[in-house]
DNA sequence: GCAAAAGTGTTGTGTATACACCCATGT
DNA sequence: ACATGGGTGTATACACAACACTTTTGC
């Protein structure tokens, strides 16, 4: 590969937000840093980007070494690029973001770091470089994205109760949502998939479960379908 | 600045795309390049980021040197990086994408191009490197945007009737609407402000002309407004 | 007066919201 | 049987689409 050193050349590194929902509240998986810069501060999953690459294969990579999570859906987010926001010099950083399931996966830390958590987004604690901004970003664009697109089915189990689907949006959109008529939006919408099974062992009426329709989404957001919330 | 040599260092270039209307179609600005890659074929203006400015400056000035435009207001559109997509060597793309009124705006070729021109997107060159898939991604972009949030008043005179303001719409939509349903909404939505004066000297009757209330908008989004078209 | 486009109003239809009621399950 | 949450129905308000008529301007 040619080094085109003619021009100047930044470094460029690829970080993920992983947003995770466990039920009650939405968190963001973060990595407290073994080395300087901002070693023993949390930062935003991430590591430089090779150059035979794609930017996805690098996230791919990269979250497989440093978290153990591997395969997932990840979408662009934004490249960060100001002067300073990397002591060592100049860093791009482009990012991604996903949503997942935490009781699915299993954490690996790896060797650069010292721990790898998961934290609520209503208690961050200190980030390195500028991570405070790519995760106001995310979630900002998370609940732009939720309110026009149903999003986050990848955070519940593949059967789930419109309740625990409701919980979800509420807690991801901030706001309270009446049971009755979300029910009702959400079963018109034909998105989900009925198993004919319920949810037995709990206090209360046994709720039915669903599953997402991946095929049917597919094919009305291929006819300009919006969903609305 | 420190070198970071320890890691791999791709270049980075920042490519915007400009969208123009002219009253009638929806245009992108295009430079003919003079060099290799591409020499004689059409790409979006763009030039290699320096390690001490931001994205947005970078932009700026990689627009004026180029095609004599500057102090736009761009937005990110994505970041592009496909390990083959420039011929000379690994290089990230970072792209931007604003929308002006050709009239209002005076064309420079730069010393590193043929020729600067507008091309209507229905009508487009064989374009350099990946800038097809760069444009696809930023008419998507627009359109999307377009659906939801009222832009476009940079396409148009300061003063326009609501008529030009629709077959912007249009045109940019590619859609027919209600003249009568699209007046009451726009009237409606408040970020039209009546300058009381009309356009005369047209065939028919004289169309009042309005300007956008900025200001008004700007407190619209802020309390959650969308506006739906 | 005529043509052409601008401005205004009405009405029906569908969709969202705010409600109240019954049902099933575990204790 | 009772408490608790799950499922269903309905009346109202609102927004939107479809449509007809009047007004203003230049010729």
Sequence with gaps: ?????????????????????????LSVLLLNRK????????????????????????????????????SLYLEQLFTFGRPDRDPRGRVLSVTYYTLINPE???????????DVNWFPVSQLPALGFDHKDVLQTAIQRLQAKVTYQPVGFELLNPQFTISELQDLYECILNVRLDRRNFHKKITASGILKPTGQKRLGEKNRAPELFEFDRERYDALVKSGFQFKI
């Design 35 to 70: 080395e300087e810069p901002y070693a023993g501060m949390w930062t935003v999953p991430g590591g430089f980007l090779y150059l035979d690459e794609t930017l996805e294969e690098s996230a791919d990579r990269i979250l497989r070494t440093k978290t153990g999570l591997g």
């Design 1 to 25: 590969m040619q080094s085109l050193s003619a021009y100047p050349q930044p470094s460029v590194t690829i970080d993920c937000v992983i947003f995770g929902y466990d039920g009650e509240k």
């Design 104 to 114: 699915h996966v299993e954490l690996t830390t790896g060797k650069m770091a010292n």
